[in-house]
């Protein structure tokens, strides 16, 4: 049985972020189809599958998250992420589905200094109770842990497709940064402490995003420098020469 909007906000208590497990994979593929609306077992509609996720527990375990309604041990909600070596300064470019390796997460950095947000999705019946906002800390605490630079995303502008028509996209974004607009992902998103910082074209196949996503970043500001460890180099050992030898 799913959560009603009629029932207690107390019910949110038997939501749990737990780590994802290869048992709930099934599940999660549900989830992915549910939310939008596709078939994750089309390869043309580049969303995750079963396989998809039990991929992401290979490649990186601590990353992989999901919301389990205990009562019915049902997930109703996800997330995935991965590690990539990245600058702030440097827009990130590559199209989403070609970032994460087809859905495989197999460009996964072992060492990279930065997260990367790949996927957050929550059931409908689920919205409104801070799951995407738990999962998003369940996030943030492994990249502290892992003393990562900071955490980075891509967010679909996803109702810009109703004033494509009249509203350039630069312009779309600042009004939503400003407050004069609400996107249903980038203004959640940035409330959820992400900021903004370059507008990513093609980054999706999405047709109510028009294939726009925003870089948003969230750095770690508990970050400490490694320390970088000096190895001397020592001369070959030569005997001390004897005086008149």
Sequence with gaps: MLMSKEEPASTIQHIAILPSEARYADQMEALMALVYNLDPRDPENMTFNADHFCQHLVAFPEGQFVAVDRRTDTVVGLTVSMRINHHPNHPLMTAWWELIGDGTLSTHVPDGEWMYGVESAVHPDYRGYGVG??????????????????????????????????????EYVADVIAGKRFDTNLSKQMKMGFKPLHIIPNYLQDWDCCGYGVEMVIPNTDYRQPRRVVRWQHAPYRPAMQAGL
Excluded: C, E, F, W
């Design 133 to 170: 906002k738990r999962l998003t800390q369940a996030r943030t605490r492994v990249m502290k842990q892992l003393n990562l630079r900071g955490m980075v995303a891509g967010s679909a502008i996803i109702d810009y497709h109703k004033v494509v028509d009249t509203v350039p996209v630069d």
